[in-house]
């Protein structure tokens, strides 16, 4: 959370900050701001205001400034202080020559604060952030150079930091360090851009170097010096960028989370092509092959990760206990870091995240290897934190996800997950004829997403009826108990309506107490082998007058008799109805959004990448 932005070059840095935080305004959107450095006098400006980066852009076309080919930008997540100009980011010193972005928590700000107030220092916002660009004014004090001045602060902060530096008293460079938060730096011709993720690189140049934790970089507009914290240069390898400018346009949607609920058909092919070995009725995951039997002779199997992709996980320990037979575990990343987890050097940990960049499932990694795991990534962002820290692992390829939740990630983790259930599976107990089915049945995917996409107008008019609810329970079993899970969060996060999921058969034990004529229930309820109990459930909320949601087989006439509404949908194997079950449900919490007139792609106090305990 938090996106950063640098420019340095010859052009004007103005647009290119700005158009460059709304690329990362998924990253937070409580207030934006701009420093820069004056071409001819050499004097720093800034620009802040309080929420989107639309409202930064008119302050910004309202006010007169030199043309300035240096420098840096933030859009802010607040974590320290409420959403307010005076704690929006660039924070400065207090002549206003040096300024500072960052994207991360110093942990120790009120032990620096004290020491610099003591010393004189005045503060101006509440925000742990200030207290850092003072302590880097201190040591310039002190005579020393931007540089060394960073490199002196970040050692005494105890946290995480992304941060981008620029000061009046050496106007041609930026300074950047990295601990625990991402920073990539783009390479052009003569120019250099900074930024949170490549996002904001596409378009400027496709090559760009990512900083590791612990390096600091000196960045000029012709070239960049990268070094240790503790003043050792490095060699960075400089690597190609693959996206594309469309893949990040909205194109002619209203919202980034339609079209990417209508990628679907394309993304859900894109994460199994060229992986299916339809022969041999097995998967070619590049990334895990080597490893690919130490994990088929893993003791167990643990996922862990947060959010949507922890719902991703429970989807894939069925979907591995199933075809695998080894014991498999989901724990939350959070959790996970703050008990003392029984893990050894005989299971494999596959960390999940769209982002490759929660604080929460990186740290859970970090803790897993210090644990001697075999550590294993399932991202998307290629490139990301996580991926580069596994020891393997698989791209999820959905493409880029801008809509803060997530919709074509899910699905594409869980088309990862069955590839890898079908790999582990065939060197273990997975037979020639099965792995087969589930590969075929993989590739009849996007056609029936297709089919389901077309129930949109139905599933809009559904909506329209429920606008008003306070509540929704989601209810399924076995596969769908995720997908319940999943519709519910959905549901609370873009529409503010409160959502449960839970195992239909639950239902008796706590939410049937709940269940009137105001509360609308979604069931999940396609024909496989525990349709006979959900429909036993549908019974027992309709004697209670709730109003019921179906999710049903294509060929199911008799639950219309049952329920208000249905939505009928292709049918497949067991393991892979999730990936169709859980869309409706994504159209269902679109629409409810859009009808209250809310912002579905940034809904409040959310951030599509959470880089931040
Ligand atoms: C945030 C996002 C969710 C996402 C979760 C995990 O809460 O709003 O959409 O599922 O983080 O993110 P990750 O990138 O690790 O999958």
């Not at 706590?510 to 006979?532: R, W």
């Amino acid at each position: 959370m938090c996106g950063i932005v640098g420019y340095i070059g010859e052009k004007n840095s103005i647009p290119i900050l700005v158009e460059g935080l709304k690329r990362l305004e998924y990253r937070g959107y409580d207030s934006a701001g701009i420093a820069v450095i004056s071409n001819d006098s050499k004097k720093a400006t800034s620009i802040k205001s309080l929420g989107k980066v639309s409202k930064l852009e008119d302050k910004v076309e309202q006010t007169e400034i030199d043309l300035s080919s240096i420098g840096i930008a933030h859009t802010r997540w607040a974590t320290h202080g409420e959403p307010s100009e005076p704690n929006a980011h660039p924070h400065f010193n207090k002549n206003k020559t040096l300024y500072l972005v960052h994207n991360g928590i110093v942990e120790n700000y009120s032990e620096i604060k004290a020491k610099l107030t003591k010393d004189g220092y005045e503060f101006e916002s509440e925000t742990d952030t200030e207290v850092l660009v003072q302590l880097i004014d201190s040591f310039i004090k002190k005579g020393n150079t931007l540089l060394k001045s960073v490199r002196l602060a970040i050692s005494e902060v105890t946290g995480t930091y992304g941060i981008a530096v620029i000061s009046q008293t050496e106007p041609d460079k930026i300074i950047v360090a990295k601990k625990g938060s991402p920073l990539v730096i783009g390479i052009g011709n003569g120019e250099h851009f900074i930024a949170s993720d490549v996002n904001a690189l596409i378009g400027h140049t496709s090559r760009c170097i990512y900083l590791e934790d612990g390096e600091i970089v000196e960045v000029t507009k012709d070239k960049f010096a990268a070094h240790t914290i503790d003043d050792e240069d490095i060699k960075k390898e400089v690597e190609e960028i693959s996206v594309e400018l469309d893949a990040i346009s909205k194109g002619d949607y209203p919202h980034y989370m339609l079209k990417e609920i209508y990628e679907q058909v394309n993304s859900v092919r894109d994460s199994f092509r060229g992986r299916i070995l339809m022969d041999e009725g097995t998967a070619k995951l590049g990334g895990i092959e080597r490893i690919a039997e130490r994990i088929a002779n893993s003791k167990r199997i643990v996922l862990s990760a947060c959010g949507t992709s922890w719902h991703a996980g429970l989807v894939g320990e069925y979907m591995l206990e199933q075809f695998t037979g080894i014991p498999v575990e989901v724990d939350y990343a959070s959790e996970f870091r703050y008990r003392n987890p029984i893990v050894d050097r005989k299971d494999s940990m596959f960390f999940i995240s769209q982002s490759g960049e929660t604080a929460d499932t990186l740290a859970a990694m970090k803790e897993a290897k210090r644990r001697d795991a075999l550590i294993l990534g399932l991202c998307n962002v290629v490139g990301s934190s996580i991926a580069r820290e596994s020891e393997a692992g698989v791209y999820v390829h959905a493409g880029p996800e801008i809509g803060v939740a997530s919709t074509k990630a899910f699905t594409s983790q869980l088309v990862v997950f069955a590839l890898i259930s079908v790999l582990v599976g065939r060197k273990r107990h997975l037979s020639l004829i099965d792995g087969q089915e589930i590969l075929h049945e993989l590739e009849s995917l996007p056609k029936k997403i297709e089919q389901i996409l077309k129930l949109n107008n139905q599933i809009e008019a559904i909506a329209e009826k429920f606008v008003n609810a306070q509540n929704f329970l989601y209810l399924g079993r076995g596969y769908n108990f995720p997908v319940a899970l999943e519709g519910a969060l959905k549901m609370k996060e873009i529409s503010y309506i409160h959502a449960e999921g839970y195992p239909a058969a639950e239902m008796k034990h706590g939410p049937i107490a709940l269940i009137d004529e105001n509360m609308p229930v979604v069931f999940i309820a396609p024909k496989d082998s525990v349709y006979d109990k959900v429909i036993t459930n549908i019974e027992e909320v309709k004697a209670r007058k709730g109003r019921i949601i179906a999710i049903a087989s294509e060929n199911d006439t008799e639950i219309d008799k049952l329920v208000d509404y249905s939505i009928k949908i292709p049918d497949t194997i067991r393991m892979l109805m999730p990936i169709l079950s859980v869309i409706p449900l994504q159209l269902l919490a679109y629409h409810v959004a859009v009808k209250k007139g809310l912002n579905v792609d940034q809904p409040r106090n959310l951030a599509k990448s959470v880089t931040v305990e």
